[in-house]
Structures are given as C-alpha cells and as structure tokens.
C-alpha cells in the first residue's frame, strides 16, 4: 500500500521476541491497525491504535507514536504458530478505507 | 453467526468468460469492501460500498463491477476476465467509520484466468 511500509520478511526463533515496524504517512492520521494472516488464509485483526503508547494483549502489544509516524507490533515467547504475514494498515481520516501495507512475512524457527 | 461468507473458494476461468464473486455478511455492517491480493503483495482495494444503494471505486476498478442491492450482499462482477485478474479476492465488512472497527474478512475466493 502507498505509504506505509514495512519490512518484507523476518526470521525469529521460538521463544524469543520480535519487533515488527510500520511507518506511515501522518497527515489525516486516524489510528492504525496490525492484522495477522496465515498463508492460504484471510487476515484477522489483531489490534487498534489510536493514542500513542503501547497497548498489552497478552503475548502481543502494539506501539504507536503519532509525531514519527511509526508503529511497532511487539510478538513475545514465540510459538511457531506465529509464522504469519503482519499487516500494518492505516484508515486514513476522511476515507471509508484501510490502506494497508504489503504485509511482514514472520518465519519463526525451531 | 457466520460473518462473512464468500462463494466459491476456487474458479478457473478462460479468458473472455464473465463471473460473480458472491459475498455476503450477516452482521448488518454497513460498509463492505472487495479487495484483490498478489503474491507477495498487499491488499489493493477494489471497489467499497457505505451502504445499501451506495458504491464507489477503490485504487484498483479497471475490469470489475459491483452493485448493493441490500445490506447484506455485495457481490463483485468479472466482465471479461484476463490473466491479469488471477488473484485472491477477499471480500471484507465493518460496522461503520471511525472507531475500533476493524474489517471482518470473508475466507477468500481463488480465481485463475487461463
């Protein structure tokens, strides 16, 4: 997506920790979503910024910072389960859309 | 309550040929979207709906058409399919702007045009 980007692929080892940026375009800013999708499968969300700080689900957080335009999606005790795309996706303010970002391809080996 | 539904799952096509992808939700969402996904690439939207009667394009409309008669159906026309059309189509509704809505997405429809 125009925009925003993202890293294309990551490599991390069960059980560790790994950090996933997204940077996008500031103007119109109204929050910024991350879903997950599974190869062969369709996205599912997995959280909502809007104010800028780091949000806790259980073994994923999100950060946001507004003034950088950034983003991070925090994946922690890595499962291999967690081997995904990471999309990062920004519903510009004024749109009825999501733009999204071409996705982070998460590999995590044993 | 089974989200977003999506008919087929798979399609060969030949060039030339027509299609409708079918896409349905029952979570009486009033925005509904239809988005195509390249290998390695992102989601790139098609064409959205904010309602009933209501359609517009997105980035990518070139080859498609769609329609919104009723809330619940929003289904997406292939008029001349091409190679270039080869794609996951997903078909995606939230409930309205702003907000913590995040799309639901329907399972996704695999269309190749030979």
């Known amino acids: 997506g125009q925009n925003i980007d993202q890293p294309t692929e990551m490599t991390a080892t069960e059980g560790a920790i790994v950090q996933i940026n997204c940077t996008y375009q500031t103007s119109g800013f109204n929050g910024l979503f991350w879903y997950q999708q599974h190869a062969g499968e369709a996205p599912t969300f997995l959280s909502y910024?809007?104010?800028?700080g780091l949000e806790e689900k259980g073994r994923f957080s999100s950060f946001l910072s507004r003034s950088k335009g950034y983003s991070y999606l925090l994946l922690k005790e890595l499962q291999m389960k967690d081997s995904a795309s990471y999309l990062c996706?920004?519903?510009?303010?004024?749109?009825?859309?999501?733009?999204f970002g071409k996705g982070t391809k998460l590999s995590v080996i044993p | 309550n089974a989200g977003v539904t999506q008919t087929p799952k798979f399609r060969i096509l030949k060039i030339g040929q027509s299609m409708t992808l079918q896409c349905t939700q029952d979570?009486?969402?009033?925005?509904m979207y239809w988005y195509r996904q390249d290998p390695g690439m992102g989601l790139k939207l098609i064409y959205y709906s904010v309602g009933a009667g209501i359609t517009d394009k997105g980035e990518v409309p070139n080859g498609y058409n769609v329609s919104r008669s009723t809330t619940e159906d929003f289904p997406l026309r292939l008029e001349l399919a091409a190679p270039s059309q080869t794609s996951v189509y997903f078909c995606?509704?939230?409930?309205?702007?702003?907000?913590?809505?995040?799309?639901?997405f329907g399972s996704g429809t695999r269309l190749t045009v030979v």
């Open positions: 995606a509704s939230r409930p309205g702007q702003g907000g913590d809505y995040g799309y639901t």
């Open positions: 910024n809007v104010l800028d």
């Open positions: 996706a920004d519903p510009r303010a004024g749109s009825y859309q999501l733009t």
């Open positions: 979570m009486n969402h009033n925005y």
